[in-house]
């Protein structure tokens, strides 16, 4: 199966924004665009695969939100 996303890196203020629209939580930011793309980078595989799982973030990484 061959997945295709949409990566977008936006200026916001002094820093830059990196993320995905179809995948949700998929972001990464940092003073360079370069550098917010590969924040995004890291990101990405953990977002996609709880995107597909239905879990949330939290359950992916086995943190329990605070209340």
Partial sequence: MHN???AVVERD???FIAY???V???NGQ???AKSAAKAF???FPLSWRTARSGSSAHEAVG???SL
């Fill in 41 to 43: 980078g890291k990101r």
């Fill in 13 to 15: 203020g002094e820093w």
């Fill in 4 to 6: 295709e996303f949409t």
């Fill in 63 to 65: 943190v329990r939100p």
């Fill in 24 to 26: 949700p939580g998929a």
């Fill in 20 to 22: 995905c629209p179809e």
């Fill in 30 to 32: 940092g003073a360079l």
